[in-house]
C-alpha cells in the first residue's frame, strides 16, 4: 500500500487549494478514505473520510463548509478541496486507509495560510 500526497503550498487567508493523496497497492475503491491534519504541537486530527463507492463523506466541523472531499476511482485518488483558507488550517495533511486492519499514512503535503 502506498500513499503519496501533493498539492500543499504557502497560501493567503482566503485562498484556495486542492490537495491529492494518490493510492496503490490495494483495490482503492473498495476503501474508505480519510483526511488528517498536524499542526506543530498539535496532536493529528480528522479532517475529512469518504466511503469507496463515494456515496458516504464527513468533515469535521472545524471545516464544514469550506472543506470537500471527494474521489476519483478510475484514477486511484483522493482529494480534498480547501476554499476560504484560514491561518489556523496551517498543517501537514495526511491521507490515510485502513487495509486489513492495518493503518497506512502518506508522507504528508504541508499546508501553511499566512499573509
Known amino acids: 500500500v502506498q500513499l503519496v500526497e501533493s498539492g500543499g503550498g504557502l497560501v493567503q487567508p482566503g485562498d484556495s487549494l486542492t490537495l491529492s493523496c494518490a493510492a496503490s497497492?490495494?483495490?482503492?475503491?473498495?476503501?474508505?478514505m480519510r483526511w488528517y491534519r498536524q499542526a506543530p504541537g498539535k496532536e493529528r486530527e480528522f479532517v475529512a473520510y469518504?466511503?469507496?463507492?463515494?456515496?458516504?463523506?464527513n468533515v469535521a466541523n472545524s471545516v464544514k463548509g469550506r472543506f470537500t472531499i471527494s474521489r476519483d476511482n478510475g484514477k486511484s485518488t483522493v482529494y480534498l478541496q480547501m476554499n476560504n483558507l484560514k491561518p489556523e488550517d496551517t498543517a501537514v495533511y495526511y491521507c490515510?486507509?485502513?487495509?486489513?486492519?492495518?493503518?497506512?499514512w502518506g508522507q504528508g503535503t504541508q499546508v501553511t495560510v499566512s499573509s
Open positions: 469518504i466511503s469507496g463507492p463515494g456515496g458516504t463523506l
Open positions: 497497492g490495494f483495490t482503492f475503491s473498495e476503501y474508505r
Open positions: 490515510k486507509v485502513v487495509v486489513e486492519a492495518h493503518d497506512y
